[in-house]
């Protein structure tokens, strides 16, 4: 429950009763102290919802869970059960969680792992494991929005997508070898003795839609609520505030916001590392946003938690270590904005195709399978 996740942070940081009610309290007194900023807040954050975020995450969620419903788990389970369980100690069907998380963005891939352990694929301590490493940023916002639009460089949004992975997928290793209880066959791994209920499609997609409009409401309530924050603060406090301190600030709450603010700072270094830890650490909008699908699960946040800030960690240290050692430039190339900047829009539209061409793959390959079955039982 979100409960389980609010636990966490009291426990973990000694943070009180009294210091939540101080941090509401103030946070109301900043709100109606600057009315004209909450409400231009509120508005230009509902606009990003409408026009960005909606667009970019609704599809992949209904999508994501119309493979877990009609049985597309399975069929990527049986192509990566054996790596899976090898490298992360995990069953294969997860493979379609870390997939889509890793192509579809924020909270895609909590969400497959929701479902999945919701319907019985996978065991709770999976399940939990599965959500720490499975729930990254897109490609599409960190080549397109982060290399092109903030930084002109398509390499450097190219550069931070694989050393996000990389980093995430080493936290899903380390969880992994040291988790004592992992499954040691795949009878083990489902969280009850029945076999995972396959729906039909038309049930399936009256389910996902409902279900992901649901997800998507939360997840835009709480973009709203963090932009809000963030906006606030730097209002109040703008002229005691460098612009690094505000990027730092940033990165606590909202890590687009992050990206953004970073992008205009003059020390190239510090912006490229804050940039770095701010998607591998993801910020507290998109973790309020998991804990609001872990709502109805049981699961708890403590590998969520723990490795996020590992894998923010991660992230700012091997992108310090591929500029030195690479010597990676991120100095803008006036001659090739112009370039890229054109083709962004229709890249962005290219990896969407794809994306869903995957997606259809999957679910129809999985109603062939199960028609198969059906037939050889006949």
Known sequence: MISNGGDIFMKKFQISEYTISILTLSAVFLMLSQPQTLIDS??????????????????????????IRTGGAVFLGKIFERPFKFIFKISGVSASAVILGSMCGFPVGAKCACELYLNGYINKNEAERLISFCNNTSPAFLIGTVGVSLWKNAAFGIMLYFIQIFCAFSVGIIWGFINKNSPKNSDDFNITNDKPKVQSFPSALS??????????????????????????????????????????????????????????????????LITAFAIGWSGLSVHFQVASILNVTGLSMKFYIYGKILCGILCAIF???????????????????????????????????????????IILASFLLKNKSKSLEK
């Open 42 to 67: 509120i508005s230009s954050s509902i606009k990003m919802c409408a026009f960005k975020i909606v667009p970019s995450l609704f599809p992949f969620m209904v999508m994501s869970s119309l493979i």
């Open 207 to 272: 389910s996902a839609i409902h279900d992901s409009s649901l997800n998507i409401v939360s997840v835009c309530g709480f973009i709203i609520f963090f932009s809000v924050i963030i906006d606030l603060i730097i209002q109040k406090f703008y002229f005691v505030l460098s612009d690094n301190m505000i990027s730092t600030i940033c990165v606590f709450f909202e890590f687009s916001r992050a990206c953004f603010t970073a992008s205009s700072s003059n020390n190239y270094i510090f912006a490229s």
């Open 319 to 361: 992108t310090a270590l591929v500029m030195i050692f690479t010597d990676f430039s991120l100095k803008i190339n006036m001659a090739s904005i112009s370039t890229i900047g054109g083709t962004n829009y229709h890249d962005y539209n290219i990896l969407t195709l794809v994306i869903t061409a995957i997606e259809i793959t």
